[in-house]
């Protein structure tokens, strides 16, 4: 049962213009989306968040949208840069039996060609 | 410390054989958890701590993993006689807060491969 889901495995753009990756998920319990980003060999990073009160959260070229009625949310990275080139996971919590268990998507790999 | 730490790094192990991973996490941080991360996909929740108190444990593959937390710091993931499934990387994770919703702070993950 994925909770979460990230249906494109990967993206390709070109520099300078913009990555849209998305996110889908089924839980309607889920209360706080955040994005990661994982380079090979290292953690996944914390990119950017969003709580389910909002429908926008910006922090300079990274955008995340969330429609709740569509239970979606998509990153945005406008301008896309080469070292943008990572694997993005989405990942979902809320009070789900009564502990704030984070859920994780499978991954999109960006990249971004110069 | 200033991030999250995990030992070993890299891990091979025979088939049957135990081992124990370690997390030390960022100082001050009540949340601890663990994740299992297969090739191509997402990490997998296995369990979490707050302070010392295991609260959620049911991710667990199996009763072959076992964590503790004995004083609320440092963590270490114990997998008893392992199996080639076992073989994936273990991340660990912190966050500030016991409550609500946070951001988790990473570790680089302990490899393992089981022969």
């Known amino acids: 049962d994925q909770q979460v889901k990230q249906n494109s495995p990967s993206l390709s753009v070109q520099e300078g213009r913009i990555s849209i990756l998305n996110c889908d998920y089924t839980?309607?319990?889920?209360?706080?989306f955040l994005w990661y980003k994982k380079y090979p060999a290292e953690g996944p990073t914390f990119l950017i968040s969003i709580s389910s009160i909002k429908d926008k959260n910006e922090d300079g070229r990274f955008t995340v949208f969330l429609n709740k009625s569509a239970k979606h949310l998509s990153l945005h990275i406008v301008p896309s840069q080469p070292g943008d080139s990572a694997v993005y996971f989405c990942?979902?919590?809320?009070?789900?039996?009564?502990?704030?268990?984070?859920?994780f998507g499978t991954g999109t790999r960006l990249k971004v060609l110069a | 410390g200033a991030g999250v730490s995990q030992s070993p790094r890299y891990k091979v192990a025979k088939r049957g054989q135990d081992v124990a991973l370690r997390c030390d996490p960022i100082?001050?941080?009540?949340?601890l958890f663990w994740y299992q991360q297969a090739l191509g996909q997402g990490p997998e929740f296995l369990t979490y701590?707050?302070?010392?108190?295991?609260?959620?444990k049911s991710g667990l593959p199996s009763d072959r993993f076992f964590a503790e937390r004995p004083e609320g710091s440092v963590s270490t993931l114990k997998i008893q006689r392992t199996q080639q499934e076992d073989s994936a990387v273990y991340l660990c994770?912190?966050?500030?807060?016991?409550?609500?919703?946070?951001?988790?702070?990473f570790g680089a993950g302990s490899r393992l491969t089981v022969l």
């Open positions: 701590f707050q302070n010392e108190a295991q609260l959620d």
């Open positions: 839980n309607s319990m889920f209360d706080y």
């Open positions: 994770a912190s966050s500030l807060s016991g409550s609500g919703a946070n951001v988790l702070t």
């Open positions: 100082s001050g941080h009540v949340s």
């Open positions: 990942a979902a919590t809320g009070p789900l039996s009564g502990t704030y268990k984070y859920i």
